[in-house]
């Protein structure tokens, strides 16, 4: 069996649909369903289930893509390491930050000291809100994600710690909390924040956006969780208050919202994250550099600096358990 009759089978058995497969490959909605016959004929049995409506693996075919998936990973692994020893670290470096301030405030100089250091490998940097980070480094559209800890997910390495922040809440200019000057955890019982309910990680959203206050009192959500203008807007309408970093004001400004001190909860900390499967040494690299400059104490890892998908190297706070 080839390699890439391999991949083909695996490409189909992520997106469950030929012409979405065939996309993916850049191949023929055609070549594809060929190859899939051929395979099914050469292991004497259905891969895939067929209709008009749908297509799904049957328990043959499930066996087989788990049997096959971590050595077809190994394979790209050693080859990717291999051309990188090779030619050096190189080509284009995609990361994410869920918003700027996840980033943390020595994240511009990390990405200057990366492209000093390697000059063959850019850095772009985009903006992914939480509902869609994550998915889109699990699919090889990003290489790493400044994400809001805690995150604990056996495909993910937690890497180093970018940003530790004080907590502050977003109310619309004029809001009664704003002309206290403050707001504590349990005012939250009064108003909505935002729903990332199934957007983020349960552990990140508990984080992020308690869902009862001090006193036992559920705090409401409305609204999917969208892009910053899109959640400051909403605040900005009265609709709901926004806990976030008080950090979140060097990067953000809107003439409709006050950003002031949240009482009762911890600081928060941001961390670079990346697919275990697709480490590489640009990645590695990035969060050497990452770990030296953010400037928060234990982000460095313990170890002699080697990273790896064994996330024990790094610091406890955002490791995967």
């Known amino acids: 069996m080839e390699l890439r009759e391999i991949e083909i089978f695996l490409t189909l058995a992520e997106e469950l649909h030929f012409g979405r497969a065939a996309e993916r490959m850049y191949l023929s909605q055609s070549r594809v369903s060929q190859t899939i016959r051929a395979m099914e004929t050469r292991v004497g ?4 289930e067929r209709s008009s409506r749908r297509v799904r693996l049957t328990p043959l075919g499930e066996r087989l893509r788990d049997r096959l998936r971590p050595g077809f990973e190994q394979i790209h692994l050693a080859l990717a390491e291999v051309r990188e020893i090779a030619s050096g670290i190189t080509g284009v470096l995609r990361v994410s930050l869920l918003n700027f301030a996840a980033g943390g405030p020595a994240f511009s100089e990390i990405v200057r000291a990366f492209t000093t250091a390697h000059p063959g490998c850019e850095v772009v940097v985009y903006e992914a809100f939480p509902g869609e980070a994550l998915g889109r480094l699990r699919r090889a559209e990003l290489d790493a994600v400044a994400h809001w800890l805690p995150i604990r997910r056996q495909d993910l390495v937690v890497g180093p710690v ?10 619309r200019a004029g809001h009664p909390l704003a002309e206290r000057g403050y707001a504590t955890a349990e005012d939250l019982g009064d108003h909505h924040v935002i729903d990332a309910e199934g ?12 869902p009862l ?14 892009r910053m203008i899109e959640v400051l ?3 900005a309408r009265g609709e709901i208050v926004h806990p976030t970093v008080a950090s979140l004001s060097d990067y953000y400004t809107h003439p409709g919202v006050t950003v002031i001190p949240l009482r009762g909860l911890p ?11 697709r480490e590489t040494a640009a990645v590695r ?24 998908g ?12």
Do not use: K
Not at 45 to 48: A, E, K
Not at 199 to 210: D, G, H, I, K, R
Not at 213 to 225: D, K, L, N, Q, S
Not at 310 to 321: E, L
């Open 267 to 277: 600081p928060l900390e941001s961390a670079l994250v990346w697919a275990a499967e």
């Open 162 to 171: 970018l940003m530790r922040d004080d907590r502050a809440l977003v109310v």
């Open 199 to 210: 957007m983020v990680p349960a552990e990140t959203l508990e984080a992020l956006y308690p």
């Open 45 to 48: 049995g259905r891969l895939f």
């Open 213 to 226: 206050t001090p006193a036992g009192r559920p705090i409401g959500r409305r609204h999917r969780e969208g």
């Open 285 to 308: 690299a990035f969060a050497e550099v990452a770990g030296r400059l953010s400037g928060v104490s234990n982000a460095w890892p313990a170890t002699d600096g080697r990273l790896s």
């Open 233 to 235: 807007s909403l605040v």
């Open 310 to 321: 064994d996330s024990s190297a790094w610091p406890a706070t955002g490791s995967p358990s």
